[in-house]
């Protein structure tokens, strides 16, 4: 157990549709960063917080956003889902310069 | 960002040495060179960096060479739970700290 905690573990859903995917980090943990992996895809990086403020963005869609809350918790938002957005989204945390620890993911599909 | 190649696949047999190579020749001197794994779909889990020392963990041995451009990580002794994906990673040493993956070694662990 990573002490990552991702919620829901699957997710079924219309295209069109708005999900939102929860992660609470490991105790102490500032920093949240969010992946998506596609089905024999690697891990593509999405977007991570730290303390709350975006730190760094990578290959995320303009119908994609997230956000981490005061209590460290992060959200990510997927909004006009495709079929080509299913997929697992993995959360990692970490405090600023140390490993990075990862949640068991959320299985999206989008039908 | 540095960049890291990796073998596509190997295998070993089960209770020997599993020796997985990776090239990072474009390192910078403060980058770290980090390990993680991913077991199926799982979320991936981290195994041990280093910078420029050898360093031992319970989980592996991670070996550089001393111009750092390139690096080993040694399982003592593979079972059959360590069939993965293993990922080599040099870290990013900017605000962020992310992790960029790439395509990985599967490494297949053979009774």
């Known amino acids: 157990d990573s002490g990552v905690t991702q919620t829901p573990k699957h997710l079924i859903t219309a295209t069109g549709q708005r999900v939102t995917l929860r992660c609470s980090p490991r105790?102490?943990?500032?920093?949240v960063y969010w992946y998506q992996q596609s089905l024999d895809q690697g891990l593509q990086f999405l977007i991570q917080y730290y303390n709350g403020e975006e730190r760094a963005k990578g290959n995320i869609l303009e119908r994609f956003s997230a956000q981490q809350f005061p209590d460290l918790h992060s959200e990510l938002n997927l909004s006009s889902l495709e079929l080509g957005d299913s997929a697992l989204y993995f959360c990692a945390s970490s405090v600023k310069t140390g490993e990075a620890f990862f949640g068991q993911g959320t299985r999206l599909t989008v039908v | 960002d540095a960049k890291t190649t990796q073998p596509t696949s190997m295998d070993c047999a089960e209770g020997r040495a599993a020796n997985l190579p990776c090239n990072h020749s474009t390192i910078s001197g403060n980058e770290y060179v980090y390990w993680y794994r991913q077991i199926h779909s799982q979320g991936p889990q981290y195994i041990i960096h280093?910078?420029?020392n050898n360093e031992t963990n319970e989980m592996a041995s991670l070996i550089i060479t001393e111009d750092r451009k390139s690096s080993t990580l040694i399982l003592p002794h593979a079972t059959l739970r360590d069939t993965a994906v293993y990922y080599c990673i040099v870290r990013v040493r900017d605000s962020s700290y992310k992790l960029i993956f790439g395509s990985g070694t599967r490494l297949l662990v053979r009774p």
């Open positions: 105790s102490g943990d500032l920093s």
């Open positions: 280093g910078l420029k």
